[in-house]
Each structure stands twice: as structure tokens, then as C-alpha cells.
């Protein structure tokens, strides 16, 4: 093999690898308190973070749209939620428990993002 050739693979390697993690990447979002954010669930597709990073004590709103009657459960809080196809529901809350908790939307057993809660002395 070239020298040339190797170069150009290497080159092609590195591009193609950049571009594999730039359209992979998972979102993160972290907001302060009392911000909100929204996920939405459209044509069987979520938009939104995937990840939304709280500090313990921090309120939290996030809005949930569905183009389909669906109700969404956020695990370790036992939050729930009905949301009517169309609909944005709301879910509020303080961030007093830290950890990671699954938002899941049953119908579908869809992962709609995770709350993470980092603990307020770190
Ligand atoms: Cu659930």
C-alpha cells in the first residue's frame, strides 16, 4: 500500500468516525431551576434530550406532547400523567431524590429521556 493510499485512509477513517459520533451523540440538557423543557413524541419518533441533568432541590417542568393517547410515567417518583393525543402534559416537580430515573411513555414502552439528579453538595 502507498503511502499516499494509507494517508488518504486514515483521513477517510478519522472523518468518517468524526461524523459517526456527531450523529450518534446522545443530547444532554441541563437546566436550572425552575426551567423547563420539552420532549415530544410525533409520528412514532421522540424529539427532545435525552438526558436532563437537575440539581437536587431544583424545580423541575417538563412538558410531554403526544400525537397518540399515551400516559407517561416518570420511574422513582411515581409521577404519571394522561396525555390525551394532541395534548402536552405537564409534569412538576422538586428534584428532592438523586439518581437517574427512566421518563417513560406505556404506550409503547417508549424511553423518552432520563432525569438525572445530581446531589446538591457536589
Ligand atoms: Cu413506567
Same mark, same amino acid.
Given at each position: ?12 477513517t ?5 461524523g459517526?459520533?456527531l450523529g450518534?451523540?446522545?443530547q444532554t440538557?441541563?437546566i436550572s ?5 420539552e420532549?415530544?413524541?410525533?409520528n ?5 434530550p435525552?438526558?436532563?441533568?437537575v440539581?437536587?432541590?431544583d ?13 407517561v410515567?416518570l @420511574?422513582?417518583?411515581?409521577l404519571?400523567? =394522561?396525555i390525551p393525543? &394532541? ?5 412538576a $416537580?422538586?428534584?428532592e @431524590?438523586?439518581?437517574?430515573?427512566m421518563? =417513560?411513555?406505556h404506550n &409503547?414502552?417508549?424511553v423518552?429521556?432520563y $432525569?438525572e439528579v ?5
Amino acid at each position: 500500500m502507498s503511502r499516499s493510499l494509507r494517508l488518504l485512509l486514515i483521513i477517510a477513517t478519522v472523518a468518517l468516525l468524526g461524523g459517526l459520533w456527531l450523529g450518534l451523540k446522545p443530547q444532554t440538557t441541563q437546566i436550572s431551576s425552575d426551567n423547563c423543557c420539552e420532549l415530544r413524541w410525533e409520528n412514532g419518533q421522540k424529539s427532545g434530550p435525552d438526558t436532563i441533568r437537575v440539581t437536587q432541590g431544583d424545580n423541575v417542568e417538563i412538558r410531554i406532547f403526544s400525537d397518540s393517547d399515551n400516559a407517561v410515567h416518570l @420511574h422513582g417518583y411515581e409521577l404519571h400523567r =394522561e396525555i390525551p393525543a &394532541g395534548e402536552t402534559a405537564i409534569m412538576a $416537580l422538586q428534584a428532592e @431524590h438523586s439518581g437517574r430515573f427512566m421518563l =417513560e411513555l406505556h404506550n &409503547g414502552d417508549i424511553v423518552l429521556a432520563y $432525569l438525572e439528579v445530581f446531589p446538591a453538595n457536589q
